[in-house]
């Protein structure tokens, strides 16, 4: 008889019975495979190969002597593939004929992929006669730590993966590099892989006259343009505006201002436009002083490649950004404005410090007035076309001189080719006339493997809606599979952070031809979805009832050229003649609880451009962010939220809400410099709606110091959110613990008081007071005794943090109950935790606390063979019953009688502190 002790176990067996009983219910979405017949061969059967793995075998972040190679790795079923981002002509491949499952292959690590062998790529263009090819990728010869954000992760999950490798290289026959702009698109499903590369030709920059956003424009590359104060260039109130782009192949990772008058932002009378790795925000202070600055921020990063019309506008009182003609904030400005005497600088700061941004700038001026909306959508429309001047007391138009002219090919042809040693792929595309910059081109290539994929069947279908509408089902050879584009939804509810019981519904008819028995890649792209966080797709008969077939959940809001909403990828199982599903997408409800929700989510259009989890509980924004690649941060939990929370007994409690930013798992550093991930995989057994289900496993360094397994769970509730995350280091190489931690929750939110205990009770509750400061250990290393399980509170979460930042958000705070524990160091085994909290920033009675799961003192380096298990709960706590928005009277009734108070927690731990024999 086993005993289970952990609430995140008995939610598992819990699952895997539900799990069961959907299967039961779909004969036809599985495959029956006779168990004696199975053991008898050595290739698994084909139901258990539909999977497939994206990741960087040696990680996607590297401390700066970390010289391993960046590889870009798809592992699947039937095959493997790895693509080194510096030489982009030998990649390595290799077919499988194992038995490993979806699971088995995130548990082997690099076994298999070990195994692949040399294969050859050709990205041929072919321009008048002469042959160049692409050998690197700006991801290949960037030596930033970040170099990989310039090979975006699109989709990935547990059927297809999508990456795009920008800024390939072309090279000729003698290794001279031809001016050409062009990326690779990879797209991998269980049984093909399919490369898609598009090529325009491109331009070349130098300081001086270029191509404008009306005529001419200038180019800025290594010299800024400074223009000399004079009066007009500094009224009192003014509107500033200027069209600037950041041309493709020029985008870096750079910190500097690309408008900038009267010296730096310290300066009083200071005002300009300052850009930061992508992002730009208009800067202003009238006071001077550091504390002084006003910023605006641009919503989203600006896109290469792309025109942009900004401006910047003080009436005497109140100041306003505007981007493209669309106001993107306002804030008052405390004091009264006195205009500058320095210069104005285009291109970098106007004190001369910081990087020269590049770019092409065009159309600037200055007025004595605030122009309307509607001028500033009236210059966007016509850049070069201004009738009304009133007021305009500068204006620089870099019309002067000849017409700049854009090169272009002609007799053009690009080749794909892709040779394995068992076979041959290829593809070409002549181009006929002139071939112009600005007009790309594209070529695909379908390698397919096995009879599963889709490029050759015989199906014609469509998806239609309960309100009846009709949208094709269309096959899309750069996704090698078939694709449903739900754009214009028409929904019978209301959409947004708003309580949705409703459900999207697509009805999935399609009808074969051909006599193949294999499943069909299918993907639905939502463009715009009802709620962005909490939504599970669900494949079900044409009943309603599930089919328990997996439908892997990516999405995207960060980039709106991609279309914001929901990729609901999927193998469906078809036979000759109709075939009939229909997919359900609940959003805040499923049935009588909120929504559990575990997705991918695209960084493209944010930053970073890796792996980035997403969970939510409800509607209410998500509930907590793992950075699996380490790609826009340097530790794995990010955004953490509060569902089913409102600001105040009257405020909405499916909106955004707050409790303190960021966490990691296990913290490793050598030297100065933070040990990241490595060859991170991610299984992705349930993505919801009833309880989230997702693995992952790598390593800490591309020499594997230590080895990572965690499993992350939460459950559908509707009283507060539950992150299980349960974490197992197994460590193969010396590593000191100077600076190292287990757990990490970062210092953020501002606490009035800790408490700690155990399965018994309080053991301690500490307070802010005395003459403690940054940097100051609150609490130091300290045991947490007695019988588990352990937990950690900060009921005394205060709203300084969200008032400063201006935020009408409700807050609560994160609290650790550590389940279960196991830590062998050395020959000894460590029944019970260690943490410490140290003061990060206090104001009075106030403090942000960095909390640390740690070693025991007496560890002073990790030894092979060490290893350590954490059992946790993440709890998301309202700190009130006025800040609960949920419908569990218990809780509510609880938090009435216990206000900010450890016993929340305490609850928790002695409440579901679960025995189960089985």
């Not at 009436?315 to 104005?344: C, I, N, Q």
Request: aromatic content about 10%.
């Amino acid at each position: 008889m086993n005993r289970i002790r952990t609430f995140a176990t008995w939610l598992s067996l819990v699952a895997l019975i539900v799990s069961a009983e959907c299967l039961a219910q779909a004969p036809e979405a599985t495959e029956t495979v006779n168990e004696a017949t199975a053991a008898a061969t050595t290739v698994l059967p084909e139901p258990a190969r539909r999977f497939s793995y994206g990741y960087w075998p040696n990680g996607w972040r590297k401390t700066p002597k970390d010289t391993s190679p960046d590889v870009l790795c798809f592992e699947t079923g039937h095959y493997g593939f790895l693509l080194d981002m510096d030489d982009l002509t030998s990649p390595r491949f290799g077919l499988f004929n194992d038995r490993v499952d979806y699971v088995g292959a995130l548990n082997a690590g690099r076994a298999r992929i070990d195994t692949l062998q040399p294969a050859e790529l050709a990205i041929e263009l072919v321009v008048d006669g002469k042959t160049y090819q692409a050998t690197t990728c700006r991801a290949g010869v960037d030596t930033d730590v970040q170099r990989l954000k310039n090979a975006n992760l699109w989709w990935s999950g547990r059927f297809a993966q999508h990456y795009i490798v920008h800024d390939l290289v072309f090279t000729d026959e003698t290794g001279k590099q031809f001016a050409c702009f062009g990326k690779l698109d990879l797209v991998a499903w269980p049984g093909s892989l399919t490369l898609t590369t598009e090529l325009e030709p491109a331009l070349q920059f130098a300081d001086g006259p270029d191509r404008g956003a009306s005529g001419n424009g200038h180019c800025i590359i290594n010299t800024p343009l400074q223009i000399p104060h004079s009066p007009e260039l500094d009224p009192a109130t003014f509107t500033a505006e200027i069209w600037m782009q950041m041309p493709k192949g020029l985008e870096r990772n750079m910190n500097g201002w690309m408008l900038c008058k009267n010296d730096n932002e310290w300066g009083q009378g200071n005002f300009g436009l300052v850009y930061n790795n992508g992002m730009v925000a208009a800067v202003m202070n009238n006071a001077g002083g550091q504390l002084n600055q006003v910023r605006i921020p641009q919503y989203g990063p600006l896109k290469p490649g792309r025109w942009y019309h900004y401006a910047i506008a003080y009436d005497g009182t109140t100041m306003e950004f505007y981007v493209d003609g669309e106001r993107h904030g306002s804030k008052k400005l405390g004091a009264p404005r006195t205009p500058g005497t320095g210069a104005l600088r285009i291109g970098q700061r106007a004190d001369g410090e910081l990087a020269v941004i590049h770019g092409l700038y065009d159309q600037l001026r200055i007025w004595n007035r605030v122009l309307s909306q509607d001028e500033l959508k009236a210059h966007l429309r016509a850049p070069g076309i201004i009738p009304d001047k009133q007021g305009l007391l500068f204006e620089r138009n870099f019309d002067s001189g000849a017409e700049f002219k854009v090169p272009s090919w002609t007799n053009a042809q690009v080749n794909l080719r892709f040779k394995t040693a068992e076979r041959e792929w290829k593809a070409s595309q002549p181009i006929d006339g002139a071939w112009e910059a600005g007009q790309p081109k594209q070529l695909t290539l379908n390698c397919d493997l096995d009879a599963s994929c889709a490029s050759d069947r015989q199906v014609s279908g469509t998806v239609t809606t309960p309100g009846g509408q009709t949208f094709p089902i269309r096959f899309d050879a750069t996704s090698n599979c078939y694709v449903a584009d739900i754009i214009d939804l028409e929904r019978r509810f209301e959409v947004g952070y708003i309580k949705i019981t409703n459900y999207d519904e697509f009805n999935i008819q399609l009808d074969c031809a051909d006599d193949a028995t294999r499943p069909l890649p299918f993907l639905l792209r939502m463009y715009e979805s009802a709620n962005d966080t909490a939504m599970v797709p669900i494949l079900c008969h044409p009943d309603g009832t599930p089919s328990g077939i997996p439908v892997q959940l990516s999405k995207n809001w960060h980039d709106p050229p991609m279309g914001n909403g929901l990729r609901a990828f999927t193998l469906l199982p078809l036979k000759k003649g109709a075939n009939r599903y229909r997919l359900r997408v609940p959003y805040t409800f499923y049935g009588n609880l909120p929504t559990a929700s575990h997705a991918q989510l695209s960084l493209v259009g944010w930053g970073g451009n890796g792996r980035w989890d997403q969970l939510a509980l409800s509607s209410g924004g998500e509930s907590i962010t793992f950075d699996i690649d380490m790609s826009p941060t340097e530790v794995a939990v990010c955004d953490i939220r509060l569902p089913l929370a409102r600001n105040g007994k009257d405020g909405n409690p499916w909106t955004w809400s707050d409790v303190g930013w960021g966490g990691d798992w296990l913290g490793l550093y050598h030297g100065n410099h933070k040990i990241p991930n490595a060859g991170m995989k991610a299984a992705y057994l349930s993505h919801g709606p009833c309880l989230t289900d997702v693995l992952y496993q790598g390593t800490y360094g591309a020499d594997g110091k230590a080895l990572l397994s965690a499993r992350v769970q939460t459950p559908r509730t509707n009283d507060y959110a539950r992150t299980f995350q349960k974490l197992e280091y197994q460590f193969q190489q010396k590593v000191s613990t100077k600076n190292s931690y287990l757990m990490k929750k970062h210092a953020d939110c501002f606490d009035t008081t800790v408490a700690y205990g155990n399965a018994n009770g309080l053991i301690a509750e500490k307070r802010i007071a005395g003459k403690t400061k940054r940097g100051d250990l609150l609490i130091p290393p300290t045991e947490i005794t007695g019988p588990g399980p352990w937990w950690v509170a900060f009921p005394g979460r205060t709203r300084r943090d969200a008032d400063m930042a201006g935020r009408d958000w409700a807050i609560g705070y994160i609290s650790w109950v550590i389940r279960d524990y196991h830590a062998t160091f050395g020959s000894t085994d460590y029944p019970n935790p260690h943490f410490q909290v140290k003061i990060e920033k206090r104001i009075g009675n106030e403090a942000t606390l960095e909390t640390l799961l740690v070693p025991p003192p007496v560890v002073k380096s990790y030894q092979p063979g060490d290893r350590v298990l954490l059992d946790t709960q993440w709890l998301h706590l309202h700190r009130n019953a006025d800040r609960y928005g949920g419908s569990n009277e218990a809780y509510r009734e609880h938090l009435a009688q216990h206000p900010q108070s450890w016993r929340t927690t305490y609850r928790e731990v002695s409440g579901n502190n679960l025995d189960i024999d089985v």
